[in-house]
């Protein structure tokens, strides 16, 4: 069992982004993993030891997007490969798509490709169909159990109405949710391996396609204003009291 | 000027911000429904009565199932021939794929979760957050048609004039699938977070009541989970009580107390509902941008130092379990039900 895991490297949650110059800054907060995608990491993993398979990382970033291709391999992936490109500038998710589908061309297909659901950066959402659409592959999105018998692979999809589960004949793509499992834990031997791969990064040149013209652009960037209101808070000398209060305060904001 | 708008449903229940979506497109110009999928009459017919100029029903054994092969191929079709300039959707985990490939077979860009949407000439100029709601951006898109889901609640929605009559059109569908529907799950119900105008969301402390006691025979993870039901039982019965949904924080999720499907926050919904009512929540940034879009927020907690205090509107330093039943006591009497 071939699989991939496509992953990408953000700012950390915890970073205070804001605009400035036009351009997203994030200070000197660190650049990790896309939480989303640890998921995918854990999924591609529990396929290879559920089916005796390899699992690469891959990744479409800068050189330094190489830490988060090693926290991948430190958590158990057996290769890592990285697209890197100075004309790689301003993808859109249709030209990150259509990089990935090359890459994995490149690297000879595989049986699984996995995404997490969004990055949490754009949070479009969108490379996961795209790729699966370019590749021709079937898309099993928001998998939040997966279960592969032969070529058959069965997911249950975690949508607004419930469960529903989908069939499909691999090679497909999935991406994946929370209920996935809890990434694990980079092990210690993991995190020495991972510190001494010697990652290859591959150019547009290497893949044999130019870069893809962004579709979609920016033309600002906002800074919302910051809450400033002050929290009123509601005290009474019992809980009737407390609620009675309460209840005339959230009727008056006419909101019911 | 004229604007495709998928109605997006679910065995014929619609997500109302496919209505916003059709009131959008009509301060645009014309607004063309489309509605997919196996004897769906009903959906044209609330297309026609919520203002759409043309409804286009692609009705087919092939779509009675969504799948995202078949209904891209059937969108793609569609908008290569009639070209139009907008093609709007709700934001639901359908419409991502949805949008997402029809987009690469029409050689365009889809703008997604948009908060705003504005025509400039020939082309729109759209708002979203991106960074977890830390940034809005304002993007554009260079490829025709201009593809866009917009978030539920984000734009009005129009009003039903039952009995309008309209043209409604049929249309074949196109595309293979690869994929099979097995079927649903029953163990979760539907949960719609997104275009719930309340939310009552549960946390960690909604299993923290020492004066439970649990049925014997329960291990401590069990009795944790049967306390947390409780909890939950009178969060639930405050939400009922108001017509809304039922939230909960990933502590709560991972706990067990309740389905992945409820969870507000980073890796659950983003939701911005009227109201959003936090009990036994702590307020850390994951949850915060899933909820701090809500108009008005309470916070409950016995935590007078509790980060959620700080995005909230009111706030009850107090057990939830003592202070939930009494609001909704009270508001049961205030609104005469
Ligand atoms: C990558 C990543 C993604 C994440 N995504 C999400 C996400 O999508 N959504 C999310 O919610 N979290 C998410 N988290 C987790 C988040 O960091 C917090 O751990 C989580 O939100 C805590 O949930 P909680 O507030 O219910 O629990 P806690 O932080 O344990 O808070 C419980 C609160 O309940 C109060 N309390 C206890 N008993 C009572 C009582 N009887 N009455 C009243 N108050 C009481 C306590 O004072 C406390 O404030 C994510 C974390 C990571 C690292």
């Not at chain 1, 605009?19 to 998921?39: C, H, M, R």
């Not at chain 1, 057996?78 to 100075?86: I, K, N, Q």
Request: with cysteine.
């Amino acid at each position: 069992m071939k699989i991939i895991a496509c992953i990408k490297q953000v700012p950390d949650s915890e970073a205070k982004v804001k605009a400035e110059d036009g351009k997203v800054s994030w200070g000197d907060a660190p650049l990790v993993i896309n939480p989303f995608d640890e998921y995918a990491v854990e999924g591609a993993l529990q396929q290879k030891e559920a089916h005796n398979g390899t699992v690469t990382a891959l990744c479409v970033g800068p050189e330094s997007a190489k830490e988060a291709l090693k926290h991948a391999l430190a958590m158990g992936a057996d290769e890592a490969v990285l697209v890197s490109d100075a004309a790689l500038n301003d993808l859109d998710t249709v030209g990150a798509a259509k990089v990935l589908a090359a890459a994995i061309q490149k690297i000879g297909g595989a049986d699984m490709v996995f995404f997490g659901r969004q990055t949490l950066d754009n949070g479009a959402g969108l490379t996961p169909p795209q790729t699966a659409r370019l590749l021709g592959y079937p898309m099993l999105g928001l998998a939040g159990s997966i279960k592969v018998e032969g070529s058959a692979v069965t997911v249950e999809r975690v949508l607004e109405e419930g469960r529903q589960i989908m069939k499909a004949t691999l090679p497909a793509v999935l991406s994946v949710v929370q209920s996935i499992g809890e990434p694990r834990y980079p092990s210690f031997m993991g995190i020495r391996k991972a510190s001494k791969a010697n990652i290859p990064v591959w150019s547009l040149a290497d893949l044999g396609i130019s870069a893809p013209a962004a579709v979609v652009t920016r033309s600002e960037l906002i800074t919302p204003p910051t809450n400033t209101r002050e929290v009123e808070m509601i005290a009474g000398e019992t809980p009737a009291e407390i609620a009675e209060k309460l209840a005339d305060k959230i009727i008056a904001e006419k909101v019911l | 000027m004229k604007t495709f708008v998928y109605i997006d449903h679910f065995k014929g229940e619609v997500q109302p911000a496919s209505w916003e979506a059709l009131g959008l497109a009509k301060s645009f110009g014309a607004a063309i429904a489309l509605v997919f999928g196996k004897s769906v009459d009903a959906v044209a017919k609330a297309a026609v009565e919520y203002g759409a100029d043309e409804v286009l029903v692609a009705d087919d054994s092939s779509l009675e199932d969504y799948r995202a092969e078949t209904y891209a191929s059937t969108l793609a079709a569609l908008a290569s021939s009639l070209n139009p300039n907008l093609i709007l959707f709700p934001t639901t985990a359908r419409t991502r794929e949805l949008a997402a490939m029809s987009a690469v077979d029409l050689n365009t860009g889809v703008l997604t979760d948009l908060i705003a949407l504005e025509a400039n000439g020939d082309s729109f100029v759209a708002t979203r957050p991106i960074y977890e709601g830390k940034l809005m951006e304002k993007i554009v898109c260079a490829g025709k048609p201009v593809m866009a889901t917009i978030r539920g609640r984000a734009f009005p929605k129009p009003e039903r004039v039952s009995g309008k009559s309209g043209t409604v059109t049929k249309v074949t569908a196109a595309g293979e699938a690869k994929s099979t529907v097995e079927g649903y799950s029953a163990s979760e119900s539907a949960v719609n977070l997104g275009d719930a105008g309340i939310i009552v969301s549960g946390g960690r402390g909604v299993s923290n009541n020492p004066a439970l006691t649990p049925p014997a025979g329960m291990d401590e993870k069990q009795a944790e989970v049967w306390r947390a039901q409780q909890g939950f039982a009178l969060v639930t019965e405050l939400a009922k009580l108001l017509g809304g949904a039922v939230g909960a924080s990933r502590a709560a999720v991972d706990g067990g107390y309740i389905p992945y499907a409820h969870q507000v926050g980073q890796t659950g919904k983003v939701v911005a509902p009227d109201l959003y009512i936090a009990c036994g929540i702590s307020g850390a940034i994951q949850h915060l941008v899933g909820m701090r879009n809500a108009k008005v927020i309470v916070a409950i907690n016995k935590d007078a130092d509790a980060p959620i205090f700080k995005q909230a509107r009111y706030g009850v330093v107090g057990d939830l379990f003592q202070i939930v039943p009494a609001l909704t006591e009270a508001l049961k009497k205030k609104l005469g039900k």
